[in-house]
């Protein structure tokens, strides 16, 4: 089985600071992973994913992420802020072959940006 | 649009009556899944459908879920006898790819149960 924790289920930040939101996962074999992205009264829309090559992965609004096999984790950065980044995070896993259809997420991490 | 398209978008209803919510996958998509996300909690898994292939219900909590899906186009998640701890949002995604491939998510049906 896999499973999937995100350390902070809040964040508060003033704009232009930069921010780490961190997920670390649990699984016994090679992952996919994902961050997703909730604004207000909508729908999760993807922010980036890591299928292989490159661990440094790179998605939309500046979001990057960096998959770290040793430690398990795939926490996701952004170098300044904007209030308009203000949402709810979710890392999401993934495991390869098998029944790989079934998204594994965490729990949250709601980041507020303040002016 | 061409989104994933889902009704009601709020239900409230009384404990102990049927509830049905519907979702519109885009078009094309093979997979479709139903997701719940209870307050302050992640989303946890219902139910896979896939083409024409058994659909994998092991995330249903109990028999009072029950979900259809008619061929790769509109599916629906009926909840009987509704309990208070049914109360969430349930949210619907498609994918034309099964495993590695994005979701695409609606902006789900908050329930409320009385």
């Known amino acids: 089985a896999q499973s999937v924790t995100q350390l902070d289920s809040q964040v508060p930040v003033f704009e232009e600071a930069p921010v780490e939101l961190r997920c670390n996962y649990s699984s016994s074999v090679s992952v996919y992973l994902f961050w997703y992205v909730q604004y207000p009264n909508q729908g999760l829309q993807l922010l980036l994913k890591y299928l292989s090559g490159s661990t440094l992965v790179k998605g939309i609004n500046g979001f990057e992420a960096e998959f770290n096999k040793s430690q398990t984790s795939f926490h996701l950065r952004k170098p300044s802020v904007h209030i308009s980044d203000t949402a709810e995070y979710f890392c999401?896993?993934?495991?390869?072959?098998?029944?790989?259809?079934?998204?594994?997420f965490g729990k949250g991490t709601l980041l507020t940006v303040n002016p | 649009g061409a989104g994933v398209s889902q009704s009601p978008s709020n239900k409230v209803t009384e404990k102990g009556k049927d509830v049905e919510l519907r979702c519109d996958p885009i078009s094309g998509h093979t997979a479709l899944y139903w997701y719940r996300q209870r307050l302050g909690q992640g989303l946890e898994f219902l139910i896979y459908f896939q083409g024409n292939s058994a659909p994998d219900k092991s995330g249903l909590p109990s028999d009072r879920f029950s979900a259809e899906r008619t061929g790769e186009s509109v599916s629906t998640l009926t909840i009987q006898r509704t309990q208070q701890e049914d109360s969430a949002v349930y949210l619907c995604?498609?994918?034309?790819?099964?495993?590695?491939?994005?979701?695409?998510f609606g902006e789900g049906s908050r329930l409320t149960v009385l």
């Open positions: 995604a498609s994918s034309p790819l099964a495993g590695a491939g994005e979701l695409f």
């Open positions: 999401a896993v993934n495991r390869w072959g098998g029944s790989n259809y079934k998204l594994t």
